[in-house]
DNA sequence: ACTTCCATACTACCATACAAGTATGGCAGA
DNA sequence: TCTGCCATACTTGTATGGTAGTATGGAAGT
């Protein structure tokens, strides 16, 4: 434990991110109970900084603290979930205007070796690797317009997001067309064709949205 | 005391409230060092609620922890003034475009009955209660189009770029066109007129930017 | 059988003590 | 005078005991 206390600064750290994780991967499922002191067994530290790190997620919106009664891992909002990506269309399709305008040669190679990885994970049917090189795609995009600010906003919201596309990815494990979509993206940025890519962006991030209605059925007992 | 904490529900929610207040308005100046300890004095309360704010604040970037060093008001980070402006308009454009296809009558009409009080508020030279109107203004925007989540996520950007417009104020208790624009962009709605809208919107969120590099030289010690 | 009440076992919240890292000022020695 | 060391007084991080509010199950009364 000491080593990655060491890697993440503090015991407080250290539980945030691993609950963090566990919720985000549905490791700890919508509803889920919780407690300070029972947290604190688990990972065997105090209940300091578990509550430290209680109160950081439940600012991010992904606990639900209820003074005096329980903590609960928040249910998946609808709403929320539109409106996170629906803030996220906004951004990228800004951000990705930018990228046609100027964009540094260095990271369109990046753009283009994380593709080639993605073709590989595909083959492999690595359904983890792949979200995570998405991620990391979109992730080289902001950075080669250096609005890592946003990119970082992006990322809390996505939090909420995140747990639908690891739902969605248990009942239907299909990539669909998101890697020719990464593919024609980058063309549309060599190209400086702003607004293809723009079109692309948005329908990029109007895919997941679609299947929400389907998970809401299938998982009824954790949605609002 | 207590009355005031009854209303926050909790000693750290009051505790992380007044400092959230105090360091927007710049009562807390960039830079301004703060400590557990000497914050729960001036409190009167114990080093926990404290912490618990201090961890709020420091995840929205308002408070710089060093760990065994000390903690700081985070200075003013002019890219990050720019990206929160950057993201503040993207998501606004959008949200103007939708209220243009479809928003309801009462929330207009709240629009306009706040304008009215706008201009009061501008014949009394009161700035700090137009500053308030403002962003009522553009909250009832939100409102009418169901984007409150949105919102939300506006306001904790909007912390960094609050204190610069409260610094801009000292030096020039000025609101421009503010007013006028508000007044267009109603119009705009009413009309239906999208690009009108999405346009007037541009030009109302990229006023304030243009004052950044007079406040860093008049007030270097505050900035990054 | 049903309702009411209460003991009990939870919960988050808060105060406090201790641990460990860091800045600083003064003192000793060259 | 200047340099290096060290005691000391800070800082945040962690652990723990106690408090008040809440849910729950069982016993007593109707």
Redesign the pocket.
């Given at each position: 434990m000491d080593e990655t206390?060491l890697q993440s600064?503090?015991?407080?750290?250290?539980v945030y991110q691993q609950l963090k994780q566990q919720i985000v991967s549905l490791e700890l499922p919508p509803g889920t109970?919780?407690?300070?002191?029972?947290?604190?067994l688990t990972f065997?530290?105090?209940?300091?900084?578990?509550?430290?790190s209680?109160?950081r997620l439940?600012q991010e919106g992904l606990l639900l603290?209820?003074?005096?009664?329980?903590?609960r891992v928040s249910l998946i909002d609808p709403d929320m979930v539109e409106e996170a990506r629906f803030m996220r269309e906004q951004l990228e399709k800004a951000v990705v205007r930018l990228a046609c305008e100027s964009f540094p040669a260095d990271k369109l190679q990046e753009m283009e070796n994380n593709l080639v990885m993605q073709q590989e994970s595909m083959k492999q049917l690595d359904g983890k690797r792949m979200f995570e090189l998405d991620e990391a795609f979109h992730r080289i995009l902001f950075e080669g317009v250096r609005k890592m600010g946003t990119w970082n906003v992006i990322q809390q919201m996505n939090a909420h997001l995140n747990r639908t596309r690891v739902l969605w990815l248990s009942l239907d494990p299909h990539w669909g067309n998101l890697f020719e979509q990464h593919r024609e993206m980058i063309q549309a940025i060599r190209s400086r064709n702003a607004d293809l890519a723009e079109r692309i962006m948005k329908e990029h991030l109007t895919l997941s949205i679609s299947n929400l209605p389907v998970l809401k059925q299938r998982y009824p007992e954790y949605f609002k």
């Open positions: 206390l600064g503090s015991a407080g750290n250290l109970a919780l407690s300070e002191k029972e947290t604190s065997h530290v105090s209940r300091t900084p578990v509550r430290e209680f109160v439940a603290v209820l003074p005096q009664r329980g903590t």
